[in-house]
């Protein structure tokens, strides 16, 4: 659970979430998804990597992230010596989702202290025969 935000005025939250806007602004480039980097063996019963205790060619990074549409998922290769920026992005894309779902707590507990405790704001129910139920017109033909 997140931070309690519950004792702050609607000035200190919103000055609060100004301070969070410039946060989430200030993350470097970043991506989603996930990074693995391996070795892979080409099948050729030739080749270096087909000898026993050899691990393979590479190392090689695969960048995957879920996408929108068929097949769910997109990758990408990533030459080995582009492998810490893409770690990079990602840890800087875990840093810009946690600021988010701050931001978002701050935003929710903004509009709670807008609004008041629960009941308050409310309408207080009109009083019987006022008029104030459902039941038709009060107009009498006669």
Same mark, same amino acid.
């Given at each position: !659970?997140?931070?309690?935000?519950?004792? !702050?005025?609607?000035?200190?939250?919103? +000055? %609060?979430?100004?301070?969070?806007?410039? $946060?989430?602004?200030?993350?470097?480039?970043?991506? $989603?998804?996930? %990074?693995? /980097?391996?070795?892979?063996?080409?099948?050729?019963?030739?080749?270096?990597?087909?000898?026993? =205790? +050899?691990?393979?060619?590479?190392?090689?990074?695969?960048?995957?992230?879920?996408?929108?549409?068929?097949? =769910? &998922?997109?990758?990408?290769? @990533?030459?080995?010596?582009? @492998?810490?920026? /893409?770690?990079?992005? %990602?840890?800087?894309?875990?840093?810009?989702?946690?600021?988010?779902?701050?931001? /978002? +707590? @701050?935003?929710?507990?903004?509009?709670?202290?807008? /609004?008041?405790?629960?009941?308050?704001?409310?309408? $207080?129910?009109?009083?019987?025969?006022?008029?104030?139920?459902?039941?038709?017109? &009060?107009?009498?033909?006669?």
């Amino acid at each position: !659970m997140g931070k309690d935000y519950s004792s !702050m005025s609607v000035g200190q939250l919103q +000055e %609060l979430r100004s301070l969070a806007l410039d $946060r989430i602004a200030a993350v470097p480039a970043f991506r $989603r998804g996930s %990074l693995q /980097v391996g070795y892979r063996k080409c099948g050729r019963a030739t080749c270096r990597c087909a000898r026993p =205790g +050899e691990q393979g060619h590479g190392p090689r990074g695969l960048w995957t992230r879920t996408a929108k549409g068929p097949g =769910g &998922s997109r990758g990408q290769y @990533i030459p080995v010596d582009q @492998i810490d920026q /893409v770690r990079a992005e %990602l840890d800087n894309y875990a840093e810009f989702a946690a600021l988010v779902e701050d931001y /978002v +707590e @701050i935003n929710e507990a903004l509009c709670r202290a807008r /609004v008041g405790p629960p009941g308050a704001g409310r309408e $207080r129910a009109a009083p019987a025969g006022s008029g104030g139920e459902k039941g038709g017109s &009060s107009t009498r033909r006669g």
